[in-house]
């Protein structure tokens, strides 16, 4: 059945049948389903499919062929088979799981690195909503006080529609993708109704190759869906899409305390253990530099004392000394003294006696030199006979040949001078 | 030191100081410094998850503005 072609305004369907080979349309029928026989078919359908009867499903049906010579040969649909459509539904779900695992990317979406704090959630549900009021009250009363942001992509959630939007908004979404840390996909409220677009090759698809991981919370008892298998978490529930959020921000807060209580802690043991440390330090200090001190003091007092000894002895041994050596000066002096004023007695008399033989020795020269000039005395030659003769100035005649007749000579004798007059004076050559 | 972490390099840089004490590699002159810095981090991991800087504006404008831009592309 390609298109059920339902007419909201009188009830009736006008499904277009198709038989397809490999893509191609090989055989095409109209057919009618009047109001009676679809209401009853669709309550059937979504008693056993969970899902409304919808487009492009195989289909087993009863139909009734009548020919109208007006309207031609026409099929009139009179009851559909929903478990052979339940079937098929399986059949196209294990399809798209088939073809993902063969495309590789099955495990796509999980292998997307989650945020420590997925906190900016970009949320792909329908505004009114009870499942989205349901995740954004648990968000916001939650009493840890955990802040999240929720930016709402609106789309449609259930029948084929879902699809297509759910495709567009991922679309938006990655965009602004710098914005988000995660998807969630939040349905509530719908029940376990039209849950087959879930299914869907291009919507599973799209969700597996998302770069931010997707979380679900689609809601409804029934079997896992593709997109649920493929997403990052399938929270099952919106509320417990919020409580997995949470949780998250506890994985995250939880060691945050922990480390402050531990930090806390261990500081303050690491600095009660330094404390003990420089106490029992100082303690070690005081002790050791008091037992210095005290030994230096008992050196002090041990080198005082020997040096008052030292000195008392040393004054005493000076004192000896001096005595010995007063007595020692008492003793030799008179005798230095004695010897000295011998060596002078003796010094003085040869000074004495040497003195009165040069004096003697003096005189008799003298007494001989007297002699000798009493020897020469002109007197003493006068004596003897012999005269001298002055000229008229006084002075002894040596020379006749100064004289002149006529002067007068004074001639001393040894007794008396007698003065005459020169009646000639003869040459001395004239003597010879 | 990153004065302006995210929640991640916060963490983890918290987490590297926990290992620290725990092995016992601070001194005490560190440990002023470092208890520091701890707390600094855990105020921020903590006005992290009280706080978010997300701006809802900015969001719609860059849904605008890379609409445009891809239409323009094509």
């Given at each position: 059945m390609n298109?059920l072609?339902?007419?909201?305004?009188?009830?009736h369907?006008?499904?277009?049948?198709?038989e397809k080979k490999?893509?191609k349309?090989i055989?095409l029928?109209?057919?009618?389903?009047?109001k009676?026989?679809?209401?009853?078919i669709?309550q059937?359908?979504?008693k056993?499919?969970?899902e409304?009867i919808?487009?492009?499903i195989?289909i087993l049906?009863?139909?009734?062929?009548?020919?109208?010579?007006?309207?031609?040969?026409?099929?009139?649909i009179?009851?559909?088979?929903?478990v052979?459509?339940?079937?098929e539904l399986?059949?196209e779900?294990?399809?798209?799981i088939e073809?993902?695992?063969?495309?590789?990317i099955?495990?796509q979406n999980?292998?997307?690195?989650m945020a420590?704090l997925?906190?900016r959630i970009?949320?792909?549900s329908?505004e009114?909503?009870k499942g989205y009021?349901?995740?954004?009250?648990?968000l916001?009363h939650?009493?840890?006080?955990?802040t999240?942001?929720?930016f709402?992509?609106?789309?449609?959630l259930q029948s084929?529609r879902?699809?297509p939007s759910i495709?567009?908004q991922?679309?938006?979404?990655k965009?602004v993708?710098?914005?988000?840390d995660a998807v969630a996909?939040?349905?509530?409220?719908?029940?376990d109704?039209?849950?087959?677009?879930f299914n869907n090759?291009?919507?599973?698809?799209?969700?597996?190759?998302?770069p931010?991981?997707?979380?679900?919370?689609?809601?409804?008892?029934?079997?896992?869906?593709?997109?649920?298998m493929?997403?990052f978490?399938n929270a099952?529930?919106?509320?417990?899409?919020?409580d997995?959020?949470?949780?998250?921000?506890?994985n995250f807060?939880?060691p945050?305390?922990?480390?402050e209580?531990f930090?806390t802690?261990?500081?303050l043991r690491?600095?009660k253990?330094?404390?003990?440390?420089?106490h029992?330090?100082?303690?070690?200090f005081?002790?050791?530099?008091?037992?210095?001190?005290?030994?230096?003091?008992?050196?002090?007092a041990?080198?005082?004392?020997?040096?008052t000894?030292?000195?008392k002895?040393?004054?005493?041994?000076?004192?000896q000394?001096?005595?010995?050596n007063?007595q020692?000066i008492?003793?030799?002096?008179?005798?230095v003294?004695q010897y000295?004023?011998q060596?002078?007695s003796?010094?003085?008399n040869r000074f004495l006696?040497q003195?009165?033989?040069?004096?003697?020795?003096?005189?008799q020269s003298v007494?001989?030199?007297?002699?000798?000039?009493?020897?020469?005395?002109p007197?003493?030659i006068?004596k003897?006979?012999?005269?001298?003769?002055?000229d008229?100035h006084?002075?002894?005649?040596k020379?006749?040949?100064?004289l002149?007749?006529?002067?007068?000579i004074?001639?001393?004798?040894?007794s008396?001078?007698?003065?005459?007059?020169?009646?000639d004076?003869?040459?001395h050559?004239?003597?010879e | 030191?990153?004065?302006?972490?995210t929640?991640t390099e916060?963490f983890?840089?918290?987490?590297?100081?926990v290992?620290?004490?725990?092995?016992g590699q601070?001194?005490?002159?560190?440990l002023?410094?470092k208890?520091?810095?701890?707390t600094?981090l855990i105020k921020i991991?903590k006005?992290k998850?009280t706080?978010?800087?997300?701006?809802?504006?900015?969001?719609?404008?860059?849904?605008?503005t890379?609409g445009?831009?891809?239409?323009?592309t094509k």
């Amino acid at each position: 059945m390609n298109k059920l072609n339902h007419y909201a305004h009188s009830g009736h369907c006008y499904p277009e049948l198709v038989e397809k080979k490999d893509g191609k349309v090989i055989a095409l029928m109209k057919a009618m389903l009047w109001k009676n026989d679809f209401y009853r078919i669709d309550q059937r359908f979504h008693k056993i499919l969970k899902e409304p009867i919808k487009d492009g499903i195989n289909i087993l049906f009863c139909a009734s062929i009548s020919f109208d010579p007006m309207h031609g040969l026409s099929l009139r649909i009179i009851d559909i088979d929903p478990v052979f459509s339940l079937g098929e539904l399986e059949r196209e779900k294990q399809e798209t799981i088939e073809r993902l695992k063969r495309e590789g990317i099955y495990d796509q979406n999980r292998k997307v690195a989650m945020a420590m704090l997925p906190q900016r959630i970009a949320v792909i549900s329908v505004e009114t909503s009870k499942g989205y009021s349901d995740y954004l009250k648990i968000l916001e009363h939650n009493p840890w006080g955990y802040t999240f942001f929720n930016f709402l992509f609106p789309s449609l959630l259930q029948s084929e529609r879902a699809i297509p939007s759910i495709i567009n908004q991922l679309k938006r979404i990655k965009k602004v993708i710098h914005h988000f840390d995660a998807v969630a996909i939040i349905r509530g409220g719908g029940g376990d109704v039209g849950l087959s677009s879930f299914n869907n090759y291009e919507l599973a698809r799209e969700i597996a190759l998302f770069p931010l991981p997707v979380i679900t919370g689609i809601g409804h008892s029934t079997n896992e869906t593709v997109v649920e298998m493929v997403s990052f978490k399938n929270a099952i529930t919106p509320t417990e899409l919020a409580d997995y959020l949470i949780q998250m921000f506890h994985n995250f807060s939880v060691p945050v305390k922990k480390a402050e209580e531990f930090i806390t802690e261990r500081s303050l043991r690491i600095l009660k253990d330094e404390r003990l440390k420089f106490h029992n330090t100082m303690k070690y200090f005081k002790s050791v530099t008091q037992h210095q001190l005290s030994k230096n003091h008992n050196n002090i007092a041990g080198l005082t004392s020997a040096l008052t000894q030292q000195a008392k002895f040393q004054l005493l041994q000076s004192d000896q000394n001096i005595d010995r050596n007063r007595q020692h000066i008492l003793k030799f002096t008179p005798l230095v003294i004695q010897y000295r004023r011998q060596r002078t007695s003796e010094i003085v008399n040869r000074f004495l006696k040497q003195t009165a033989d040069f004096i003697m020795a003096q005189q008799q020269s003298v007494q001989q030199v007297e002699k000798h000039v009493n020897f020469l005395n002109p007197e003493n030659i006068l004596k003897r006979g012999f005269s001298i003769t002055l000229d008229q100035h006084g002075k002894a005649i040596k020379d006749s040949a100064k004289l002149n007749a006529g002067d007068t000579i004074t001639t001393i004798l040894a007794s008396g001078k007698v003065v005459s007059k020169i009646e000639d004076v003869l040459n001395h050559r004239d003597d010879e | 030191m990153n004065e302006n972490p995210t929640y991640t390099e916060a963490f983890e840089e918290l987490q590297q100081i926990v290992t620290e004490i725990e092995s016992g590699q601070i001194t005490v002159d560190e440990l002023s410094e470092k208890v520091k810095r701890a707390t600094a981090l855990i105020k921020i991991c903590k006005l992290k998850l009280t706080t978010t800087e997300a701006d809802i504006n900015l969001i719609l404008k860059d849904i605008e503005t890379s609409g445009g831009k891809r239409e323009e592309t094509k």
